[in-house]
């Protein structure tokens, strides 16, 4: 689901779906059938007469955090395994913390990394999930680093990680297979800075 503004029109080359809201209530009730699997993604959401996107944030609890998309000396994605499924290093971002030394932190610690460059900003991802009765808005700023491979990996047990290894083009491919929907824009913008 995206949040636009007006007008009204096609939904684009991307083929989305555009629907358009009257109320919070109407919000609300697309949350949850997207929730329920009644409803898939794809969709434009445009409030008209309230701001949809204010609204939806109003009902969830924001979560800062970030990660890294870090590569070694051949060009390899670290990757790690949380709970049986294929991810990124990432996590919240504490209290007063700068988002960019947040995701350093966070490699470091899921991996055990003493030396982790920071290269640049690479993309953001959002999505949502709840949490003892909450709901909860999280937005990950991720960061391009690079590490050696010369380092040894150590899964931070503590954060339920099975598992830390480098990947190659093959290995991201099977991750792509079992991992979270919303980590797959973050892969493809991995693979755009080969191309």
Known sequence: MRFREGPIGDPGSDGRRVITLASKKELRA????????????????????????????????????????????????LAIKRLGRWDLP?????????????????VQEECGLVQVE??????????????????????????????????????QSEEDIEEVRWLDAEDVRMMEADTYPSLLPVLQAWRSLST
């Open 30 to 77: 697309l949350v949850e059938r997207m929730n329920t699997g009644e409803e898939e993604g794809g969709i434009d959401v445009i409030g008209r007469g309230f701001d949809a996107w204010e609204a939806f944030q109003a009902d969830h609890d924001f979560v800062p955090a970030a990660g890294g998309v870090v590569l070694d000396e051949q060009g390899r994605l």
């Open 90 to 106: 990432k996590g919240k971002v504490e209290k007063g913390e700068a988002v960019d030394a947040g995701a350093v932190r966070e």
């Open 118 to 155: 920071l290269l640049r900003p690479l993309t953001s991802t959002w999505h949502t999930y709840e949490r003892k009765g909450r709901q909860h808005l999280k937005r990950t700023d991720w960061f391009l680093m690079r590490a050696s491979s010369n380092e040894k990996l150590t899964a």
